[in-house]
């Protein structure tokens, strides 16, 4: 079991900055895939991004592409979303997800086994 909790979300300007954090539980944290999706009212939860267990190799959707950047702590049980160039467009809940097993299909909530609670971000024009 995992329980993931995020935080770091809040209002910013168009062009401002955030960072998101995930603070997860478990021993096992470092065998997890783990990553970020948001969802905007009246949508789908989108995939944002995902970093696989060494950190070293991470996957972005094209809207943030050169904007966003995930890491992760193993040492600590962390995950973090680094967002610059925030546009309107970025406002949603944001949530962290835990994968148990890497798949091609990393970019769909179906292969996620636990969810935090979500953490608001908005940004103003």
């Known amino acids: 079991q995992v329980q993931l909790v995020e935080s770091g979300g809040g209002l910013v300007q168009a062009g401002g900055s955030l960072r998101l954090s995930c603070a997860a539980s478990?021993?096992?944290?470092?065998?997890?895939?783990m990553g970020w999706f948001r969802q905007a009212p009246g949508k789908e939860r989108e995939f944002v991004a995902a970093?696989?267990?060494?950190?070293?190799?991470?996957y972005y959707a094209d809207s943030v592409k050169g904007r966003f950047t995930i890491s992760r702590d193993n040492a600590k049980n962390m995950v973090y979303l680094q967002m610059n160039r925030l546009k309107p467009e970025d406002t949603a809940v944001y949530y962290c997800?835990?994968?148990?097993?890497?798949?091609?299909?990393?970019?769909?909530?179906?292969?996620?086994?636990?969810w935090g609670q979500g953490t608001q971000v908005t940004v103003s024009s």
């Open positions: 478990g021993r096992t944290f470092s065998s997890y895939v």
């Open positions: 970093v696989r267990v060494s950190g070293g190799i991470t």
């Open positions: 997800a835990a994968d148990r097993s890497f798949s091609g299909t990393y970019y769909y909530t179906r292969e996620y086994d636990y």
